[in-house]
């Protein structure tokens, strides 16, 4: 697998997502950058390099901040390094830590291809997810929490490029769309030694379900906070979510499935 700091400008180019072009290359970068990703070629120094591949596989999954409390290092605690992170269901906390997530029960599943090899399953690839409870705090850094370590885990792809992990339904908190944050890794020691990740970013979930689970019992607060925002007025999603919005099934008695594709 090539590694993604050295796939070279074609690469680059070609998996650009539509806003960082706009934001990189304003409209009249984007119009060449275009017609670069509908099958043209790109001179490199002396050498033609074909960019059609990575064009057809579709977007990249768009870069995002991590936010305040991401766990890895990069703002206090690092949670990466400890035994007990590579883990499948991360509703209860590892180590010294105790208490369990109440919830919606909520399964996230995510398929990562690399666009670098036309969109071929990323197996080996490594993902750490962490979102809020069901009271909008964040385990490690919210008071009474920074003991706590639930609702945060990392998960290999397997052959097909897929991981899984069984959560519970985050809570909507004042400012913020309800949000799942994870960051891709090349690999599982990579990830679990903080080293360098391919990508930050955030998957979004629908507003229908999102009502739905908030009239259960738990949510009260995130009927408010929901009601406040919306997709498009979010912070972080308000400049497109095409690739970042999961696609949801089931219901709030056996729980729920967010299912996303992520192309890095």
């Known amino acids: 697998m090539t590694p993604i700091h050295d796939r070279g400008l074609a690469f680059d180019l070609a998996t650009l997502t539509r ?62 390094t400890r035994s007990g992170i590579v883990r499948g269901d991360i509703r209860t906390s590892f180590g010294t830590g105790s208490r369990t ?42 008071d009474g929490l920074t003991g706590e370590n639930y609702l945060r885990g990392v998960q290999e792809a397997d052959s097909a490029g897929n991981l899984a992990f069984t959560s519970i339904f985050p809570a909507a908190y004042s400012g913020r ?38 009239g259960t019992t738990g949510y ?7 009601a406040q925002t919306s997709l498009d007025r979010d912070m972080v999603f308000r400049d497109g979510h095409d690739e970042q919005l999961a696609d949801v099934t089931g219901d709030v008695t056996s729980g729920y499935t967010a299912a996303l594709t992520v192309r890095v």
């Open 19 to 80: 806003r960082r072009a706009l934001t990189l290359l304003g409209g009249a970068g984007l119009a060449s950058l275009t017609a670069c990703g509908t099958g043209g070629t790109l001179s490199t120094t002396g050498n033609t390099t074909t960019t059609t591949a990575a064009a057809e596989c579709g977007d990249v999954v768009p870069e995002e901040t991590a936010g305040p409390y991401p766990g890895d290092g990069s703002n206090g605690p690092n949670v990466l």
């Open 101 to 142: 997530a109440e919830g919606v029960p909520l399964r996230i599943e995510l398929t990562v291809l690399d666009t670098g090899s036309g969109c071929a399953p990323y197996a080996g690839a490594a993902v750490y997810l962490w979102h809020c409870d069901i009271d909008g705090r964040y385990s490690l850094y919210s």
């Open 177 to 214: 769309w309800p949000h799942v944050h994870f960051e891709v890794y090349p690999s599982l020691a990579e990830a679990t030694r903080a080293g360098t990740k391919i990508t930050t970013t955030q998957l979004a979930l629908p507003e229908q379900v999102c009502r739905t689970v908030y």
């Open 220 to 226: 009260v607060q995130s009927v408010r906070n929901l």
